[in-house]
T-cell receptor, first 111, second 114 residues
Framework: AQSVTQLDSQVPVFEEAPVELRCNYSSSVSVYLFWYVQYPNQGLQLLLKYLSGSTLVKGINGFEAEFNKSQTSFHLRKPSVHISDTAEYFCAILYGNKLVFGAGTILRVKS | SQTIHQWPATLVQPVGSPLSLECTVEGTSNPNLYWYRQAAGRGLQLLFYSVGIGQISSEVPQNLSASRPQDRQFILSSKKLLLSDSGFYLC?????????????FGPGTRLTVL
């Protein structure tokens, strides 16, 4: 069965600093991975996805993630964060026709 | 373009009362539909998913039920709410036959059971 572990429940960071949100997965079959963002009291919005091909995936709002098969990781990165990036971020893996989500990481950007 | 609607946006209900949350999708046909619950401080828990009218799969035993009376309508219900039913309920859809099943989420319903 597929599963996803987000290693940090909260990540505080100062504005304009780089950030990495960690995600590890467990899967015995081909892997499709996703990162979603949720702003307060809103639904989820897709940031980026890995389906195949290049292991470095670029998404919206300046985010990128790298698929690392040997380390079974799909960490999300941004070189310089803004206050507006404060939100909860979810890593997810496709399992059949369902998505399995991690517990989420709250990114708090401080000025 | 496709859009997904949920209502109501917020709801406060007493324990033991019934519940009906509605989700509709526009601009697509034969979608797969999903209900998730997000409790405070927890991730997303898949409650139900549906691949067609009248076809409902339940992921976890619980006090809730789901129905799909029309192709693009998905309803979450309860006969008697519990305090533990409080949370943020999200509906999502994917295109049937999509090779990677990207899910698109609605705006959510905040349910508070008192």
């Amino acid at each position: 069965a597929q599963s996803v572990t987000q290693l940090d429940s909260q990540v505080p960071v100062f504005e304009e600093a780089p950030v990495e949100l960690r995600c590890n997965y467990s899967s015995s079959v081909s892997v499709y991975l996703f990162w979603y963002v949720q702003y307060p009291n809103q639904g989820l919005q897709l940031l980026l996805k890995y389906l195949s091909g290049s292991t470095l995936v670029k998404g919206i709002n300046g985010f990128e993630a790298e698929f690392n098969k040997s380390q079974t990781s799909f960490h999300l990165r941004k070189p310089s964060v803004h206050i507006s990036d404060t939100a909860e971020y979810f890593c997810a893996i496709l399992y059949g026709n369902k998505l399995v989500f991690g517990a989420g990481t709250i990114l708090r950007v401080k000025s | 373009s496709q859009t997904i609607h949920q209502w109501p946006a917020t709801l406060v209900q007493p324990v033991g009362s019934p519940l009906s949350l509605e989700c509709t999708v526009e601009g697509t046909s034969n979608p797969n539909l999903y209900w998730y619950r997000q409790a405070a401080g927890r991730g997303l828990q898949l409650l139900f998913y549906s691949v067609g009218i009248g076809q409902i799969s339940s992921e976890v035993p619980q006090n809730l039920s789901a129905s799909r009376p029309q192709d693009r309508q998905f309803i979450l219900s309860s006969k008697k709410l519990l305090l533990s039913d409080s949370g943020f309920y999200l509906c999502a859809w994917t295109a049937r036959g999509s090779s990677y099943n990207e899910q698109f989420f609605g705006p959510g319903t905040r349910l508070t059971v008192l």
